[in-house]
């Protein structure tokens, strides 16, 4: 295991336990967080690598 | 009494890589790809295909024609969509489509259509070269395509009437309908520098009214173009929306948009808001606003942001369905459904935007793009971001953001399975779908009002469908039933 995906591990049970581990609506606010987590770990795993190239080659003709 | 909204969306799908990375050898891949592949692959007719002519009757004079464009890759499926080329981008246009929901469900059916042609496409592809398809609207470098939504409107209604009820609701929808976009792409845009806008498509509005779609476009286009009778009907092309992958912003949008117009037809413009004073001004402003506070003054001397705009239009709305049914637009079912959907998207955008995280485009992204930026501690304007943008749209189900932020389904995988092979029932799209299924290989063309058939001897026989109303499963189901050739049924319809 990478350092990386150890941290992203981590990441992933930290966000975990912290949408299992609430109490009903005091913590509404930190389950929505722990999700945006989760969901962020996924989007950084599925990004483009090269962000800068990707957006830079990205170019269209107009249409319509 | 308000006609029926026929209506559904077309879509110039962004493309990237290809063998030539040539933009219109590409999408004449993808476009290629799914005709060879699926049951035909029938040539569109553009007899009929008018779009010089100016809703205001004026010739167009000051402005250029779009141009269309007849070698390119162009077929008609069996569900009555058109797949094509159009200038440099695979295009799909959705058929005619009874109500909002239905045409929601055949827009995802496009969806479909394009994730089926990249992965036909890319299978005969050098790994390199494979395509890419994006279902946005802009590149931000300063080029956008279009995604149009057509609505059937009365021949009656006067042409400035529909630009004085219409233009507060083009202006203002995108609060809830607007795909978002990181950043800015024209002088105007980035002048002021913004971190993330509501709208795709806003900054690219140049004028209030007018006939081009390419150059100086309008909030309200004049194309007069109705495929259909003209003396009774109006196809009302609507080209300042985004292109939406919540399914239910798809819905909102087209059915806040077809109430209005079946309001405007019932009751004239009385009861629509007062529109901005300089409506230009206020698309490009409110999409730059994500706080959604800016204000803009109205032709009754009152300032309004667009919240207060669709505020007064939902309650319009409301009431008009209240006093006279929705039944122009929907069954009642559906009808509330819209209205319901509508309402929790704009108070949630107002009160808390977590709320329609799960519904509204704009907030989708938002929450995933400034939830990055703050996490990895980024500049605005770092690359991650816009790529973020991007990558949103992307179809890949493998690289797909819009796939993975959680948004609400309205429609079944079946559901859309099913659309994408079989037409609605309830308008012409039925009988065209139905003949390309049927009789294939006799079909030499077909458009939105006609298909011609070639039965080998004699001349080409065109059967019109001046009514996109008529060409029903109800009126012609058990006439395709007993006519197994297309002799057969060209020798039925001539009794």
Request: charged share 30%.
């Amino acid at each position: 295991m990478t350092e990386q995906e150890r941290i992203q591990k981590q990441r992933t049970e930290r966000a975990r336990e912290a949408s299992t581990d609430v109490s009903v609506d005091a913590t509404k606010g930190d389950q929505l967080k722990a999700e945006l987590d989760d969901l962020l770990d996924e989007i950084d795993e599925v990004l483009e690598e090269n962000a800068e190239e990707f957006v830079r080659n990205y170019v269209q003709k107009g249409g319509e | 009494m308000a006609i029926a909204k026929v209506l559904g969306i077309e879509t110039e799908y962004g493309i990237s890589g290809g063998p030539d990375l040539e933009p219109i050898a590409s999408s004449s891949i993808i476009v290629n790809a799914y005709a060879h592949h699926g049951r035909t692959r029938i040539n569109w007719d553009f007899q009929g295909e008018t779009p010089d002519l100016d809703a205001r009757g004026l010739p167009g004079l000051t402005s250029f024609a779009p141009i269309i464009e007849t070698h390119l890759a162009n077929t008609v499926l069996t569900n009555g969509a058109r797949l094509y080329v159009d200038h440099a981008h695979p295009e799909y246009s959705s058929p005619e489509c009874r109500t909002p929901w239905e045409a929601t469900l055949y827009d995802l059916a496009g969806e479909e259509v394009m994730r089926r042609a990249l992965v036909i496409a890319n299978e005969s592809l050098a790994l390199e070269d494979a395509i890419s398809l994006y279902k946005n609207n802009s590149d931000g470098k300063g080029n956008s395509y279009g995604t149009h939504e057509n609505f059937l409107v009365g021949r009656e209604v006067d042409f400035s009437d529909i630009i004085r009820a219409m233009v507060p609701h083009f202006v203002s929808r995108q609060i809830i309908v607007g795909a978002g976009k990181v950043g800015a792409e024209t002088d105007h845009g980035l002048h002021s520098d913004p971190f993330f806008q509501l709208s795709q498509r806003a900054e690219f509005f140049e004028e209030v009214v007018g006939l081009e779609t390419t150059l100086k476009r309008p909030i309200i286009n004049t194309r007069d173009e109705p495929h259909s009778d003209a003396e009774r009907f109006r196809r009302l092309h609507v080209i300042i929306g985004d292109a939406n992958l919540s399914p239910y912003a798809t819905f909102v949008k087209l059915g806040s948009t077809a109430l209005l117009l079946a309001m405007l037809e019932d009751e004239g413009t009385e009861n629509f808001p007062s529109p901005p004073r300089h409506p230009v001004h206020a698309v490009r402003a409110f999409s730059l606003d994500p706080s959604l506070r800016a204000v803009e003054i109205c032709e009754d001397n009152k300032w309004r942001s667009a919240w207060d705009i669709q505020d007064q239009l939902w309650t319009a709305a409301s009431e008009y369905v209240r006093r006279r049914g929705g039944e122009a637009v929907a069954p009642d079912a559906e009808v509330a459904l819209i209205l319901e959907q509508w309402r929790e998207m704009l108070d949630g955008v107002r009160d808390d935007i977590r709320t329609v995280a799960d519904r509204v485009d704009w907030v989708a992204k938002f929450r995933v793009v400034s939830g990055m930026q703050e996490r990895h501690d980024l500049s605005p304007h770092d690359a991650k971001l816009r790529a973020i943008d991007l990558q949103y749209h992307d179809l890949s189900p493998q690289r797909s953001l819009a796939r993975r932020v959680g948004l609400r389904t309205l429609q079944s995988d079946e559901e859309v399975r099913e659309a994408l092979h079989n037409p609605p029932t309830s308008t012409r799209a039925y009988f065209r779908g139905q003949c390309v299924a049927r009789y294939p290989e006799q079909i030499v063309a077909a458009n939105w009002d006609s298909v011609v058939f070639d039965l080998g001897e004699g001349p080409l026989q065109r059967v019109p469908m001046m009514d996109p109303l008529r060409g029903t499963a109800a009126l012609t189901e058990d006439l395709l039933k007993v006519c197994p050739t297309a002799d057969d049924l060209l020798e039925a319809l001539d009794r």
